[in-house]
């Protein structure tokens, strides 16, 4: 286990800069998430930790040693892809217990830790099957068996659910947070999902072309957004973003309004005060909520209701919301503004359901 350190890593290609001037301090045993679009550096700035890339500026740290100059294979990481990396021809055990071989351990070394690793990820029924043989999530754990064997200082995990189908990338990822609880391992993992992030993380870093746009724990990403965007990035459906039916409201047109849809709330057409008032564009039944969104001019604006609530397509209605559940957005800057005073939005009247 160990201490993770970026210190002001640039990384520049030939024709774009992938990571600016990014600093980052991970604890020995912090989980870490990168989370960002495709194309923003996440995986840049992992291979750097691995040692597959070097950065242009900057000092890699694992634990109390700069590695820039170290091999990959002596920083004492461990990485886990998204494409398994498994060998066709080996089975199960013999997969997850190459590190060892190679290492040059016997026979009667490698079969007690290849086993307890197995036994991590539940894969003991398997260990005589090839990867063929097996699913994409079983697979996934073999390659996970295969680098807790090695006992690294630091995994590092590379979008490793994103080949599986959405239900075992929910049961994947219980399975990766469980051993992290179990072993401890500093991590870093990236990811263009938020709810990986979210479930995952100690911290999440939010990255956007090439720049890191904020740090923080998943709750505080969430709740306060440092700017617009990570809070269009966060959340599901995403935050509404209301530039100008609201800009009165925010305190000029300068400003963007933020609202989470499930800080809105359904009130009839016409109630003073309101901040949106429009016709039901649609209204979405998820199972366990209700998605109904209005459009108010050119925008859409999107609230989350009970499941029982129910509204025709076409019909008047209107949203409000709790001042101090709105964020306020510097619309040229993008970046977050202080509380909204009390003063600029009225409360909304009394809950009502259409
Ligand atoms: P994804 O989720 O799609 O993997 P990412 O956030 O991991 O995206 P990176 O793979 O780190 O993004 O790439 C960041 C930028 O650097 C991209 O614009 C990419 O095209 C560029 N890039 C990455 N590797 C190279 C390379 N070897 N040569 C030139 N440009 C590269």
Redesign the pocket.
Known sequence: MARVQLKNIV?R???????EQMSLDIADGEFLV?L????????????MVAGL?DPSEGEVWIGDRCVNALEPKDRDVAMVFQSYGLYPNMTVAQNIGFPLKIRGLSAAEIEPQVMKAARQVELTDYMDRRPKELSGGQRQRVALARAIVRQPAVFLM??PLSNLDAKLRVTMRAHIKHLHHALGVTTIY???DQIEAMTLADRVVV?SR?RVQQIGRPQDIYDQPANLFVAGFIGSPPMNLLSELAASAAGGSDVVLGVRPEDLRVLPAGTPGALVDGEVFTVELTGDSTYVTLKAGEQLVTAKESKHFRAEVGQRLAFGAEPARCHRFDAKTGLRLPLMSPLHLPPCPPEHTA
């Open positions: 990384k290609f030939s024709t774009s800069t992938a990571v990168l960002g679009p495709s194309g923003c550096g996440k995986t840049t700035t992992m291979r890339e590379d979008e990236v990811t263009h990255m090439a």
